[in-house]
């Protein structure tokens, strides 16, 4: 089981917007401002999107934005485009006993 | 362009230890600031974060594997490796070497390919 919990799957067509959550607690996502999300093709390494809550490294489309409230930290894929078919995965800095924790991942599909 | 690439058996006996190795090109594992590290994924399932090393030789590891991981580092290789022993079949898995360029906080911008190891005997 996964410290950080996510939607096994979330969907929609080409143009659209969709959001996927990861819940923590107040030991992770609550306490740090240090979430980071991942896309992940099958058969390839993860990518990173996300740093530090809302940062996109360069290179990375800004149609992907991210932000935390509380205990969740969520990312927004807009304008979806089939090439966003993958998996997401959230990772938050948990302190330095845990140190980094991993989402379940999310299966992001384009209708 | 710092690039990483992983090494070792993709197939491994029950009990036995496991050894990888990351080799790092274009880029020194002693500069200070990245934190090495090791991620696996089962089939199937989501990433774990095992555990990584920083240029000083400390090391960080995921509690629930701490007892049987041990990660180091051989500077004069550019390269960091991971020992992890007693293994079942449970330790099947990709195993990812990755670099954390934000100080040990889960920003992980640069992976190898990732290699698949077999448990089984």
């Known amino acids: 089981q996964s410290a950080l919990t996510q939607p096994a799957s979330v969907s929609g067509s080409p143009g659209q917007s969709i959001t996927i959550s990861c819940t923590g607690t107040s030991s992770d996502v609550g306490s740090y401002n240090l979430v980071s999300w991942y896309q992940k093709h099958p058969g390839k390494a993860p990518k990173v999107i996300i740093y530090e809550v809302s940062k996109r490294p360069s290179g990375v489309s800004n149609r992907f934005s991210a932000s935390n409230s509380g205990n969740t930290a969520s990312l927004t894929i807009s304008g979806l485009q089939a090439e966003d078919e993958a998996d997401y995965y959230c990772c938050s800095y948990a302190g330095s006993s845990t140190h980094v924790v991993f989402g379940g991942g999310t299966k992001v599909t384009v209708l | 362009q710092v690039q990483l690439q992983e090494s070792g058996p993709g197939l491994v006996k029950p009990s036995q230890t496991l050894s990888l190795a990351c080799s790092v090109s274009g880029g020194s594992i002693s500069s200070g600031g990245d934190y090495w590290s090791w991620i696996r994924q089962h089939p199937g399932k989501g990433l774990e974060w095992i555990g990584y090393?920083?240029?000083?030789?400390?090391?960080y590891y995921n509690p629930s594997l701490k007892s049987r991981v041990t990660i180091s580092m051989d500077m004069s290789k550019n390269q960091f490796s991971l020992k992890l022993s007693s293994v079942t079949a449970a330790d099947t898995a990709v195993y990812f070497c990755?670099?954390?360029?934000?100080?040990?906080?889960?920003?992980?911008?640069?992976w190898g390919q990732g290699t698949m190891v077999t448990v089984s005997s």
């Open positions: 990755a670099r954390d360029w934000k100080s040990g906080t889960g920003a992980f911008d640069i």
């Open positions: 090393i920083y240029s000083s030789g400390s090391t």
